[in-house]
């Protein structure tokens, strides 16, 4: 089978959002105090009568962010910092609903797939994968658009040839959709979000070219499903990787996670710079966190991004420019 066009509704960054708004629609509903009665019309198409903006913009996420976040967010806020996290969380909930989907796809006998859609035709909420972002000079807006969170896992293992992932009670595959037969191996480690790392497996596989695959499983036992999570990476025949990251395989929404630190942070260890811009942050934890979403106001994107570290651990992420 070929799956065509599905994809899953998102709202863009805060830099990228607030700069068409006044800041006292800076919230997810608007302002609140402005009702608008509105008629579904199809799918997510809304007819609104009233003042709200953001009920006319159609691309509702309270679905998304409760399914994923809960209701401890309150959608009906608004304000910089509450805007910033009800967009993080719903661009973070489109992200895990297709990582969810394309996995489910990978795994079938399916011989492509094709999202619904590449870029945003305006600095709002929609399908993309990328944000609006035309032209140099317009408020908020990065020339190219900034990448999404599932645009950045897509480039980091979800549409890479060489592909592995697990489910439910250890059931793992690697694919292969490349031109040429792979083989290496497909490292499983297992991360308690307390902070301990341990390796659960070193899977060989020997991958035909073409839609390749062979399943594995990995022993889940002792993993909390709540308290931990799988971190997947597969490597050639001489240990480099090839799915250039890690995929993170959760065993619940975030909303049911326990165990992350409430204080963890992400310390920005040193910045590199050319020419008087920069072009390379150097990233430390102490703690482990998950799907770290890097945003500026700067043109570029980062070469990395929307991704997890270990307690402990450093990570460099580039700096694209487009200068």
């Not at 900034?146 to 980091?156: A, I, Q």
């Not at 790392?197 to 070219?209: F, R, T």
């Not at 959760?250 to 920005?268: F, H, N």
């Amino acid at each position: 089978q070929f799956v065509s066009e599905f994809g899953a509704s998102v709202y863009s960054s805060f830099e990228s959002m607030s700069s068409t708004l006044s800041e006292e629609n800076w919230g997810v509903h608007g302002l609140i105090k402005d009702a608008s009665n509105c008629t579904l019309i199809f799918e997510n198409a809304n007819e609104c009568k009233g003042p709200n903006v953001m009920a006319k913009r159609n691309y509702a996420c309270d679905s998304h962010i409760e399914a994923y976040f809960g209701q401890e967010t309150n959608l009906d806020e608004s304000g910089r910092e509450v805007f910033q996290r009800q967009l993080y969380q719903c661009m973070i909930s489109q992200m895990l609903w297709m990582k969810g989907t394309i996995e489910s796809i990978r795994g079938s006998n399916a011989f492509g797939s094709l999202i619904w859609q590449l870029n945003e035709q305006w600095p709002t909420g929609g399908w993309g994968l990328v944000e609006y972002g035309s032209q140099f000079g317009e408020d908020g807006q990065v020339l190219g658009g900034r990448w999404k969170p599932l645009m950045d896992l897509l480039r980091r293992s979800h549409y890479r040839d060489i592909f592995a992932t697990c489910g439910k009670g250890g059931a793992c595959y690697a694919k292969n959709d490349g031109i040429n037969n792979f083989v290496g191996t497909v490292r499983v480690e297992y991360w308690e979000l307390s902070g301990a790392i341990s390796v659960v497996c070193e899977q060989h596989v020997n991958l035909d070219a073409n839609g390749g695959i062979q399943y594995f499983t990995v022993n889940v036992e002792r993993a909390g499903l709540n308290r931990t999570v799988l971190a997947l990476t597969a490597l050639d025949e001489v240990g480099n990787e090839v799915t250039a990251k890690k995929n993170i395989v959760m065993w619940t929404v975030p909303k049911y996670l326990r165990c992350l630190s409430k204080d963890a942070s992400v310390l920005i260890e040193s910045i590199k710079y050319e020419n008087g811009t920069a072009i390379e942050l150097t990233l430390k934890v102490e703690k482990t966190v998950l799907y770290v979403h890097l945003t500026c106001e700067a043109q570029g994107r980062f070469e990395d991004n929307s991704f997890a570290m270990a307690a402990g651990s450093s990570k460099v992420s580039e700096i694209m420019g487009v200068w």
